[in-house]
């Protein structure tokens, strides 16, 4: 990861205000949701039906055996009926009630569930399991209305129990966290099932099951289904990573080890966190309230970087994971205005659409820089179920704007004689042959919603709770009786046993309060907009005869020089330092003193995200600073950032071995003045006022065989900031020969204290830990003589020069003054007394506090960052 981030927010004029839609607009588009659903909904039935899906490109339906395979994706497919179960409650809520008491007959003749089939837990849960139960509550609410369904007597109730029943013998692990698949006849065991073998499940995967699950036990009266789904989220609460609090993506379902430790809102992960927060709406418990709000403090604190939500590794939470989003992250801002966070909704939700305008639909995976990824879109409803929820918390017409957008792509793009397919590239518009059963679930019924009127609906929905497939669940489940089986009776960690009122928003917001200012969704959408949106275009602001090129370029750019900051500031552009020593710009173009510096601007962000990007382009693995001399002998490894430039010492079979001397001055910016100690040494560094590259030049010419660079921002650790990458100075640095690597303060004091608890340290550079044989790194007593040891207690700080120049943010990261040099008199007693019979118990002791850094430092090397 660059030294620096930024990230573009440009702050333009949109193209128009949003208005107020009438009620005859809000009509006609809700009728046209309807005249859309029926053209899916008739072509499958038409042409598919009792397949599980519609192929629309050919008019066909897919059945699993019959097509070539899709891999994962097929799992979904069980040959009953899938699309038809999906969409039954979304007849009821498009006032359909024909069409629904049809469909439920065609359901019960036609559709058998103990076929010989392996199929996704999750998937079968969410679409068929749930859309059985959804299809009940509505079958239920209509005979209460003595109009429709007088002869139903829980016909749909009796197959989701089958169904359920069918998908407990996954659930039959150690952990409690159930198998991927299982066969629907034969369950897991044995090799008839042709299943039963996986180890590892998404998290997504085994922690989306409990409002389905509990529904289930709710409405039958049997509590082991909710049980099993309460065993399973116990699990992964657990599990989770107690300094991030968060979880990773895939974990091993036998030991509960995380096999993949990235973690976002996502792919992967995304519904977990939904169903904790809607588990605690549909069924009361406190306990599912307390967890989600204490995953949700780090996710805003480590994931959410507003407008992006970008995956970190659960163990070094600070450290980005990688530089795309997927599509799946949209129902965030639909889950955050449910727990009342409105904010952060509507900025991520701005991003998110104008992505939307750009690519027409959002691509399965997008760049930070908002650039095409994975170029696929399968139809999915999380943007639009995202829309609905901030209309309803904003009452803002900007998102009734949104939802025309979403129709309009979908009826120009994707629209197709025999229903809506896929998009197989955004980028081209050509199509895949496929119409996913959640389209007709879920995307007809979010958008049917934020054009309705209440008058529209034969219900309240605000009586229901939406599952993540937009399945209809009854709140009136909370007061159903469930008596705990003795899978749950466990004796819960102190946490568990006393909650923390903390941890609770006990209200649900009230959005009048929120929002006094009619303007204020707006506000907050404006500075996002055109970091995105191209469809506002500006002309080239006229520039004045001899006023040339812009007046400053990102290559030329240092963040310490009073003349650079104040041609930001000219340009609408501010400078923000972050908690992790990185640098944040955001232009606001409204803010620059003309039009022609508030281009400049422009221009300035673009050259620094091209800049950035090169560098992210360029990135090195981690390297190693490993202490060999008495009393470590290699067995403290210390996490070092690498240099762009200088010695690779990933081509290096030995590294660079040699003993430890603090240069003078510390920061290294100027002609070493203790050359004949740093003279066939090491040495070590402070970070700030100038570049990388110069310090390295200046040890070098002192005749230094290798230097440490130690960051200056106290309490900056290996352990949660991002691997430090330090960039050349925008010249040829062929000139460096040695090798620089760079230590977070807190593992820079490490090696400080160690240089002061013991006259000679020795360390070897390189890019792995080596062998920790005595043989290895034993120091011969003749070597260790006073001309040879680091004089570091001579050493007196030295102020930088008046005339200094700052460096370039993309090749040190600055500091304004520079710190003092450690300072150990050689008379005076060592600050850490160690006896010949403490050495042991002190280096344990030290160990001890480092021994998860190799363990960091191997999983990175496992990452290739």
């Known amino acids: 990861m660059p030294s620096t981030l930024f990230v573009l927010l440009l702050l333009a004029a949109s193209c128009s205000l949003g208005r107020a839609m009438s009620r005859d607009e809000k009509l006609k588009l809700r009728n046209q949701v309807v005249e859309m659903f029926d053209h899916a909904y008739q072509n499958y039935m038409d042409h598919a039906y009792p397949a599980d899906e519609l192929m629309p490109l050919t008019c066909r339906g897919r059945v699993r055996g019959l097509e070539p395979s899709r891999g994962d994706v097929d799992d979904a497919l069980g040959k009953f009926s899938l699309t038809l179960i999906d969409t039954l409650d979304t007849l009821v809520l498009l006032n359909k009630t024909v069409e629904f008491e049809a469909a439920v007959r065609r359901v019960l003749s036609d559709v058998r569930l103990d076929n010989d089939i392996v199929v996704s837990v999750f998937e079968t849960n969410i679409r068929v399991l749930g859309g059985l139960l959804g299809g009940h509550s509505m079958a239920l609410m209509l005979k209460e209305e003595g109009h429709h369904m007088r002869w139903y007597q829980d016909e749909l109730l009796h197959m989701a129990k089958d169904l359920g029943l069918r998908l407990l013998p996954a659930f039959n692990t150690s952990s409690g966290l159930p198998y991927p698949r299982v066969n629907l006849k034969y369950g897991v065991r044995g090799p008839e099932t042709r299943t039963g073998t996986e180890t590892d499940t998404c998290t997504a995967c085994a922690g989306t099951i409990i409002l389905e699950f509990a529904a289930l036990s709710r409405f039958t009266g049997d509590p082991v289904f909710e049980a099993h789904a309460r065993r399973a989220l116990d699990f992964l609460w657990e599990k989770r990573q107690r300094n991030s609090n968060l979880v990773g993506t895939t974990i091993n379902i036998h030991s509960g080890e995380w096999v993949r430790r990235d973690s976002g809102v996502g792919a992967g992960i995304d519904s977990y966190y939904e169903y904790l927060l809607k588990a605690y709406v549909l069924l009361g418990d406190d306990q599912f309230l307390q967890r989600f709000n204490i995953h949700y403090a780090s996710i805003m604190k480590y994931i959410s970087q507003p407008p992006l939500l970008l995956d970190v590794h659960i163990h070094k939470p600070l450290l980005p994971a990688r530089t795309w989003m997927d599509s799946l992250l949209a129902f965030f801002p639909g889950l ?36 095409v990824h994975w170029a696929q879109h399968p139809l999915r409803p999380e943007f639009a179920e995202s829309t609905y929820f901030l209309y309803k918390a904003t009452g803002d017409p900007y998102y009734l704007e949104a939802g025309r957008t979403i129709m309009e792509n979908l009826n120009r793009f994707a629209r197709v004689p025999c229903g809506f397919a896929a998009m197989k590239d955004v980028r081209t518009g050509s199509h895949e042959d496929r119409m996913d059963s959640f389209f007709l679930a879920e995307m007809f019924k979010y958008l049917f919603l934020l054009f309705a009127d209440p008058g529209d609906l034969r219900f309240d929905v605000e009586d229901y709770i939406f599952t993540t497939e937009a399945h209809l669940l009854p709140l009136s489940l909370s007061t159903a009786p469930y008596a705990p089986s003795v899978l749950t009776n466990r004796t819960m960690p102190p946490l568990e046993q006393e909650l923390d009122d903390s941890n609770f928003d006990w209200t649900c917001p009230n959005t009048r309060l929120l929002f006094p200012d009619p303007a204020f969704p707006h506000n907050l959408r404006e500075p996002i907009r055109s970091a995105v949106d191209k469809s506002c275009p500006r002309p080239a602001p006229y520039r004045e005869p001899g006023m040339g090129a812009p007046p400053l370029r990102a290559q030329d750019f240092m963040a310490n020089n009073p003349e650079h900051l104040e041609l930001l500031r000219r340009m609408g552009v501010s400078l923000i ?41 360029e990135q090195l693995p981690p390297r190693a600073i490993q202490i060999v001399s008495h009393p470590f002998f290699g067995r403290v490894v210390l996490t070092a950032g690498p240099a762009q430039f200088g010695t690779d010492l990933s081509k290096s079979s030995t590294g660079v071995r040699g003993f430890v001397t603090v240069a003078e001055p510390y920061s290294g910016c100027s002609e070493i ?72 303060h807190k593992e820079g004091n490490i090696l400080l204290e160690a240089l002061k608890e013991h006259r000679e340290v020795e360390v070897l550079l390189s890019d792995k830990a080596r062998d920790r044989g005595s043989d290895v790194h034993e120091v011969e007593e003749d070597c260790q003589t006073e001309a040879t040891s680091p004089a570091a207690s001579e050493l007196e700080a030295t102020s930088p020069p008046d005339d200094q120049d700052g460096a370039p943010a993309y090749g040190e990261d600055v500091s304004p003054t520079e710190a003092d040099a450690p300072k150990v008199d050689p008379g005076e007693k060592k600050e850490l007394e160690v006896d010949e019979d403490d050495t042991g118990q002190s280096v344990d002791r030290l160990l001890a506090d480092w021994r998860d850094d190799l363990e960091a430092f191997r999983q990175m090397e496992k990452d290739e960052l």
């Open 577 to 617: 330092h972050l908690k992790d020593g990185r640098v944040q710009l955001v232009q606001h173009a409204t803010q620059a003193v003309s039009p022609i510096a508030a281009e400049d601007g422009v221009r300035f962000m673009q050259e620094m995200m091209e800049l950035s990007s090169q560098q992210q382009k």
């Open 673 to 744: 003045t203790n050359g004949e100690y740093v003279r066939g040494h090491i040495a070590l560094l402070q970070r700030g006022q100038c570049m990388f590259a110069e310090k390295a030049r200046h040890i070098q010419k002192a005749g230094a065989i290798g230097g440490i660079v130690v960051d200056d921002n106290e309490g900056s650790s290996s352990d949660t900031a991002p691997l430090f990458q330090m960039a050349g100075d925008g010249r040829n640095t062929d000139d460096v020969t040695l090798p620089l690597l760079f230590l977070f």
């Open 336 to 371: 955050q205005v449910l727990k009342g966070d409105i904010r952060p909704a509507i900025e991520t939700h701005e991003m998110l659409y104008q992505v939307t305008k750009k690519h027409n639909f959002l691509p399965e995976a997008f760049t930070t820089d908002f650039r």
